[in-house]
């Protein structure tokens, strides 16, 4: 698919040639375009070879988004297939529990090595490798950061993975204190140690390939991952057990490797073009990038953020068997909403980290605010019809097999206290992803979110007496909305300088329309018998509510929203008509009177 470069816009903060110049990221296109002579410059989101700091259209952003929505959203179903299928194999009960204490460690391989941790770093250093080959450097900047950075980062990654297979005991008795059967927990986190390797390479080709605007790959990995669980557990599980779904964890590890390393030879295999040589490139930013001044607080962070599990799943062990599970379950679907959410930033995060490469903070500024805006709308209206119609989802999803009805209404509660802090969630993931565009280091990010784990401990540790799992997952909302507030209030000099107030003023209209629209959507459910009516009812009235009343307040997400499925419509229907186009037309043959 090829995207073509938009027209210039206002004082650009780089110097190009005229058949590059620059844009604003929402330019609209338009004007003088030259398109024989940028068409090595305006690749889009495919498998064609993009340029270095090609513009980026709205064109753009749509098609890339568009291939990573769908690849998400079906890696997503496939999670959930994932966890219907361990709850219906082996139900929710101490197995399970012993499982999903292992299942810590893929949680937090994933978010430190393909999420968010690993790639703050890697596109970053990436964006700025690509804008010296750009400028023109001797070399190859983008293979030389290969060489210097995969041969070591391999040799971590193995060597933190032997490190957990060999103090497994220990890491489990850590972890959960309170489980009846440890043994089997520390089979599990045993297989499930290998993640660490595989993971680690995954996150380092999907940070390489999103950096060169390769979102197709990336996308897909966790539609591979989840199948590699799935077919594991379904083979294997009747032999051995919830240790097949750990097994699974393995296999799918590797498929997330193998999935893009066809893409990622093809980028390095590249020649480097003739391209121009008056870019000018922050040369303050550019240097070591992955110094360990730079990677050690985003690390951390993001080691951080993800011991929220690790205190939950604390806090849960000394309750009834059944507790990890529940919690774990509430969880997995209540953060869907958040995932599609946090997409449109998974694509701009490369195009918010050229920007601050090259120097111009306007357009990062805007093209921050505008996530900002958007995420908080998809996850607002999720979160909104999860609270209305939590126990039909779980009914639908989970309620079969060794799953009871008891099981359900306790996981249904939990999910709704969990649907509190999606906002919060959101935030962080949007906000700490500006934090770390620049490619300097900053200790800000794991402050915030230190302060949020303090506040989950003691709120968590004073709520598990009388609420249960529900106080387990206040604590865990109330925190992640204190680390939200923290980052949205740091924004500025440690950051992308966002307009503070106003993007607050923003963030409170789909706040106020999804509390109507919850409430609206949970009185519909509850008079509608059966779960798929309730369900289709209740998700019916959330959305038309919500939107009704963005509209009505004027939201510039609703509208922005609308104007990108529109662009996304307009796409598709051209397709077929490009295809006719292409036919050869039958020549007519007149008529000889």
Same mark, same amino acid.
């Given at each position: 698919m090829k995207v073509e470069p938009a027209r210039a816009e206002g004082d650009a903060k780089v110097t190009l040639p005229p058949a590059r110049a620059a844009s604003p990221v929402e330019s609209t296109g338009g004007g003088d375009r030259k398109a024989d002579a940028d068409s090595r410059y305006s690749r889009g989101s495919g498998d064609d070879s993009p340029a270095e700091l090609a513009p980026v259209s709205r064109k753009f952003l749509a098609q890339a988004t568009l291939i990573t929505a769908v690849l998400s959203v079906a890696g997503a179903l496939l999670g959930l297939v994932r966890d219907q299928s361990l709850a219906r194999l082996f139900g929710a009960g101490s197995d399970t529990d012993a499982f999903l204490v292992a299942w810590t460690v893929p949680e937090f391989a994933a978010t430190l090595l393909i999420e968010d941790g690993l790639a703050f770093v890697l596109i970053p250093a990436f964006s700025m490798a690509l804008a010296q080959r750009a400028r023109g450097a001797s070399g190859d900047p983008v293979r030389a950061l290969v060489a210097t950075t995969l041969p070591r980062l391999a040799l971590a990654f193995t060597a933190a993975g032997a490190l957990l297979i060999a103090t497994a005991p220990y890491l489990v008795e850590a972890l959960a204190p309170g489980l009846p059967d440890p043994s089997l927990a520390v089979d599990c986190t045993r297989l499930t140690a290998t993640c660490v390797l595989t993971f680690g390479l995954a996150g380092y080709c999907s940070a390489a390939l999103r950096a060169h605007r390769r979102f197709l790959a990336p996308a897909a990995i966790y539609v591979a991952y989840n199948v590699g669980i799935i077919t594991s557990m379904f083979v294997l599980g009747g032999r051995w057990g919830v240790r097949s779904a750990a097994v699974g964890v393995a296999v799918g590890g590797a498929l997330m490797v193998v999935t893009q390393l066809p893409s990622v030879l093809r980028q390095l295999r590249r020649r480097r073009s003739a391209v121009p040589e008056e870019i000018v490139v922050d040369e303050a930013s550019s240097g070591a990038p992955m110094a360990f001044a730079l990677v050690a607080p985003v690390l951390l962070f993001a080691l951080t953020r993800q011991s929220q599990v690790l205190i939950e799943r604390f806090l849960a062990s000394t309750l009834p068997a059944g507790a990890i599970s529940h919690l774990n379950y509430a969880q997995k679907v209540a953060q869907i909403p958040m995932t599609l959410s946090l997409m449109l930033c998974t694509v701009t995060f490369p195009v918010v980290a050229?920007?601050?490469? =090259?120097? !111009?903070? =306007?357009?990062?500024?805007?093209?921050? =605010?505008? !996530?900002? /805006? +958007? &995420? /908080? *709308?998809?996850?607002? +209206? @999720?979160? &909104?019809?999860?609270?209305?119609?939590?126990?039909?989802?779980? =009914? +639908?999803?989970?309620?079969? @097999?060794?799953?009871?009805?008891? !099981?359900? !209404? /306790?996981? &249904?509660?939990?999910?709704?206290?969990?649907?509190?802090? +999606?906002? @919060?969630?959101?935030?962080? @993931?949007?906000?700490?992803?500006?934090?770390?565009?620049?490619?300097?280091?900053? *200790?800000?990010?794991?402050?915030?979110?230190a302060v949020g784990i303090v506040a989950t401990s003691w709120i968590g540790a004073w709520a598990v007496g009388p609420w249960g799992v529900r106080g387990i997952a206040a604590a865990n909302a109330a925190g992640i909305t204190v680390s939200a507030a923290l980052l949205l209030y740091g924004m500025g000099p440690r950051s992308v300088p966002i307009r503070t107030r106003r993007v607050v003023a923003e963030l409170s209209k789909p706040v106020r329309a999804a509390v109507c629209a919850a409430a609206a959507g949970a009185f519909v459910t509850s008079r509608i018998d059966g779960p798929l009516a309730g369900l289709a009812a209740g998700t019916a009235v959330v959305t038309v509510v919500f939107f009704l009343l963005g509209r009505l307040m004027g939201a510039q997400a609703v509208q922005s929203f609308v104007l990108a499925l529109r662009s996304v419509r307009s796409m598709t229907r051209r397709l077929p008509h490009a295809r006719k186009r292409t036919r050869p037309r039958r020549p007519r043959h007149r008529r000889v009177r």
């Open positions: 050229q920007a601050i490469a =090259e120097g !111009d903070t =306007e357009r990062a500024r805007d093209r921050v =605010e505008r !996530d900002l /805006a +958007l &995420a /908080a *709308w998809v996850v607002l +209206l @999720g979160g &909104a019809a999860v609270v209305a119609s939590a126990p039909q989802i779980i =009914e +639908l999803l989970f309620q079969q @097999g060794a799953f009871t009805a008891r !099981d359900t !209404d /306790a996981t &249904a509660t939990v999910m709704r206290v969990y649907a509190v802090g +999606l906002l @919060g969630h959101t935030l962080v @993931g949007a906000l700490v992803r500006s934090y770390f565009s620049s490619n300097r280091p900053t *200790w800000y990010p794991l402050a915030a979110m």
